[in-house]
Antibody, heavy 117, light 108 residues
Framework: QVQLQESGPGLVKPSQTLSLTCTVSGGSVNSGGYYWTWIRQHPGKGLEWIGYIYYSGSTYYNPSLKSRVIISVDTSKNQFSLNLTSVTAADTAVYYCARDNGGFDYWGQGTLVTVSS | EIVLTQSPGTLSLSPGERATLSCRAS???????LAWYQQKSGQAPRLLIYGASSRATGIPDRFSGSGSGTDFTLTISRLEPEDFAVYYC?????????FGQGTKVEIK
């Protein structure tokens, strides 16, 4: 059974970088055919796709966030990570990692990140 | 990007009733890579349907998906108490992936 678990700071100061890691167990980030994805949900709102990384290292980002986002993968640790730079209060959200298999079939439980001084 | 518009915004129904949720895409969804998710408060979304009509593992058969191209439907044949939640459609046919804004199914 594939499991994903987000980790990282729950509080980030404005203008700083939000960094989260997703640890995958029961499967490999090196497996072809899956896009390892970050999604966020602002409080009380809908779901926003942030971007993905393929096992080959290729990435695709939401155009609205592209200038501030980097998604990377560490195959030795079976993890993938999200870096979001220059954060503001508008980046306060629950951040999810998920596996895209033509649908997001496995999700982490989500982690709330608050941007505040 | 493909914009997904869900209707209605809220559906008020009683247990045992049939729920019909709509998702319309601004352009054709490639390969019918259209998925549906259920989200309950404080939980991560759960995949219900992928490929427009295939049920995900462990999903009861009262959930069914249909449609192709730009028009898709999620049907819950008989609502159980645990089905009252928010439902999202999502397309993986083209990047960026996009979600609909959600339909809330509430108890009447």
């Amino acid at each position: 059974q594939v499991q994903l678990q987000e980790s990282g700071p729950g509080l980030v100061k404005p203008s700083q970088t939000l960094s989260l890691t997703c640890t995958v167990s029961g499967g490999s980030v090196n497996s072809g055919g899956y896009y390892w994805t970050w999604i966020r949900q602002h409080p009380g709102k809908g779901l926003e796709w942030i971007g993905y990384i393929y096992y080959s290292g290729s990435t695709y980002y939401n155009p609205s966030l592209k200038s501030r986002v980097i998604i990377s993968v560490d195959t030795s640790k079976n993890q993938f990570s999200l870096n979001l730079t220059s954060v503001t209060a508008a980046d306060t959200a629950v951040y999810y990692c998920a596996r895209d298999n033509g649908g997001f079939d496995y999700w982490g439980q989500g982690t709330l990140v608050t941007v505040s001084s | 990007e493909i914009v997904l518009t869900q209707s209605p915004g809220t559906l008020s129904l009683s247990p045992g009733e049939r729920a019909t949720l709509s998702c319309r895409a601004s352009q054709s969804v490639s390969g019918n890579y259209l998925a549906w998710y259920q989200q309950k408060s404080g939980q991560a979304p759960r995949l219900l349907i992928y490929g427009a009509s295939s049920r995900a593992t462990g999903i009861p058969d009262r959930f069914s998906g249909s449609g192709s191209g730009t028009d898709f439907t999620l049907t819950i044949s008989r609502l159980e108490p645990e089905d009252f939640a928010v439902y999202y459609c999502q397309q993986s046919g083209r990047s960026p992936r996009t979600f609909g804004q959600g339909t809330k199914v509430e108890i009447k």
